[in-house]
């Protein structure tokens, strides 16, 4: 058996910390303990004093299949990037495919991820095939073990209301989850078409569908995720119906990261479509991060680009090597904004990027925790590093507007067992994904 001896590290997990060491081998973590003796004098041995070791980050929305073997190199980028920032499993939204119904394309997108060098996963599409059934749903997660769903833009795709409650009946019954991300009311042609044409009921059609869904989910109780919530307005919404049901969120990080650091909130802003002079206002970053203290919320990664800048606004310089550079820093700013910020514990941290994710993806506790018997999925991060990277914070027009230099990486990552990267290099040619059966989503 190769084993890796990983030393005095703080290991953490939503629930503490303790100081101890950990042994992996043969993919899983072997025993947490103080002071474990080195199997054999072959083992590698790695001193995590004063760092943190976690659970591996879930990506819980990546596009990878159509890489594949096609463009395996592309693939290899994607997972480098993944995994230099603390990323060890994936999972990708699987739309409909040209004359084939959700079994057919949920196998040929299987097929072509087999160059992941991640272990990955899929949500299904419930709207857009030929035809999407109850019986479609059972054959996926019983021969499959695909447990989370993904329905948008219901109507106009082939999935009317009256059915979604239905299959949210069913996914209750079994446990399962359906990801829902609203559509806008301008993807059926009322809305912006520019940045100056403006659109009045687009706002109140947007919160109108919003409450409509919310009303579907707690009328089933069914287990449900809303994705990319931005505005305050939708939280509110949102928390009117977590009265009667646990409903879960996925908040955008109101952390702006990108040319020119001057990410200014005025009347002609535009985010998601919307303009924010029609009503619509970024939910406030002190509640933003006391919504991800509770465990209905989850946070998604920041999407923008990151810049290479000196500390002086007239002496910029832009680093973006390849489309990739944002998600080998995506936890450096949440680490950053949450934890460097004193918003959020370690704790915190761990629990939104790894066993959150986890448990509501069916993961849980096979991945998302440091725990005996668990994948062996993890990362040694340095909260004491500091980069040339910066991110800004919204403002509103008028105030100075605030930035923060990067801290925080992964200094080691594992991958089932294996060294992926060592906080220079990166060690791909050992690594091969899987595909995932999950299970029903574990309580949180």
Known sequence: MNYVLIRNGFVVNSSGIRTADVLIGNNKIIE????????DTETPVIDASGKYVM???IDTNRTFSEFGKVLKDEMVKLCRAEIIGGTTFMLENIEPKKKMNCVGGLYLSKNRSEESLLDFGFHLSVNGWSEFTAKDLNYCFAHEGVTTFYSHGFA???LDLDMLADLMVKIKEKGLM???????????????????????????????????????????????????????????????????HKIYVELTLPCYIGEGMNFVVDSKTIMQGFSLSEGLSLTPYSIFWSLLKDDQFLVSRPTLRVSNVDDSPD???????DEYFVLKNALSVLFTSGVARKN????????????????????????????????????????????????????????????????????????????????EVFYGDKLKGRYVYRIPMASI
Request: charge should be negative.
């Open 55 to 57: 659970p591996g980050a």
């Open 344 to 423: 959020i514990t370690i704790e915190d941290f761990c629990n939104l990027i790894s066993e959150k994710p986890a448990k509501l993806m069916g993961l849980y506790p096979q991945k998302g925790v440091i725990r005996e018997g668990s994948d062996a999925d993890i990362i040694i991060w340095d909260a004491a590093v500091d980069r040339n990277l910066y991110c800004s914070y919204a403002s509103i027009e008028g105030e100075k507007i605030s930035t923060t230099k990067l801290k925080g990486k992964a200094q080691f990552v594992f991958v089932k067992g294996i060294m992926a990267y060592d906080g």
């Open 156 to 158: 106009e795709n082939g």
């Open 32 to 39: 947490i303990a103080e002071n474990i003796p080195r199997p």
């Open 178 to 244: 359906l990801l829902i991300e609203v559509s806008h009311p301008e993807y059926k042609g009322s809305g912006y078409t520019g940045m100056s044409q403006i659109y009045e009921q687009s706002v109140t059609e947007h919160l109108a569908q919003l409450k409509l869904l919310l009303d579907i989910v707690v009328g089933t109780k069914s287990n449900a995720t809303f994705l990319n919530i931005s505005f305050k307005e939708e939280v509110e919404l949102i928390q009117e119906a977590q009265k009667n």
């Open 315 to 321: 002496n910029m310089v832009f680093n973006r090597p």
